[in-house]
């Protein structure tokens, strides 16, 4: 499987700003995701990254919030922009290789707003 | 829409134990369904799979069998240990459309002492 980077590991923001977190992947994937897991509760997917084009968003999250980019097939980047500390959460980056395959996560990133 | 329903943790077994998290999907069409594991302070990472109907996904002594009639993937270990301490979300991934994005459930907790 894959090997997903992602940077930072962690971070402790203060409120009103934002942050850019990095995923980096060892070769070239036709799918990327991005998920937010929030204290203790389940995964919820924020976008899937579309190279070349617009993220998809999912119901709840907008690109004003949660901006994407996908320049190529092995990174993408996520900002969460103007943070207050109800994003303080622990957000993921995974990869997929087509329909019905299982996904491969980063380690995260573990959040955390002032 | 798709939707997992996991049993509620936490879970909490001696070493040795049997281990059975329940899990039952909620599905369209035909979805491929996974177990993930995650240890503390990590990631989530694959446990295993399953992409059709009676298919048994094992590893690590761990196992589960896709049962479309009981739309059921029960996660079952005969004998548990301490290192099997994490949280376990079952997934599935629905076949229809264009994106194989991942529906989550809410997670088991599973304690193993000693």
């Known amino acids: 499987s894959a090997v997903i980077s992602q940077k930072p590991s962690r971070d402790i923001c203060q409120r009103g700003t934002s942050l850019t977190i990095q995923c980096q992947v060892d070769?070239?994937?036709?799918?990327m995701f991005w998920y937010r897991q929030q204290p203790g509760q389940s995964l919820t997917l924020i976008a899937t990254?579309?190279?070349?084009?617009?993220?998809?968003?999912e119901s709840g999250f907008v690109i004003d919030k949660f901006p994407i980019s996908r320049p190529n097939l092995t990174f993408s980047t996520l900002t969460v922009s103007n943070m207050s500390p109800e994003d303080s959460s622990i957000y993921l980056c995974?990869?997929?290789?087509?329909?019905?395959?299982?996904?491969?996560f980063g380690d995260g990133t573990r959040l955390s707003i002032l | 829409g798709d939707s997992v329903t996991q049993m509620e943790g936490p879970v909490t077994l001696s070493e040795e134990a049997f281990l059975t998290i329940n899990c039952t999907y909620t599905?369209?069409?035909?979805?491929?369904l996974f177990w993930y594991v995650q240890y503390p302070g990590e990631g989530l990472q694959l446990l295993l799979k399953?992409?059709?109907?009676?298919d048994k996904g094992s590893n690590k002594g761990f196992e589960a069998t896709y049962r479309k009639e009981t739309t059921s993937f029960h996660l079952e270990k005969g004998s548990v240990q301490v290192s099997d301490s994490a949280v376990y979300f079952c997934?599935?991934?629905?076949?229809?459309?264009?994106?194989?994005?991942?529906?989550f459930g809410t997670g088991t907790r599973l304690q193993v002492t000693l």
């Open positions: 997934a599935l991934s629905d076949r229809t459309g264009t994106a194989s994005k991942l529906t």
């Open positions: 070769s070239q994937v036709t799918m």
């Open positions: 399953a992409t059709k109907a009676d």
């Open positions: 990254a579309n190279q070349g084009s617009e993220a998809t968003y």
């Open positions: 995974s990869v997929g290789r087509g329909e019905g395959q299982p996904q491969h």
């Open positions: 599905a369209t069409g035909y979805p491929s």
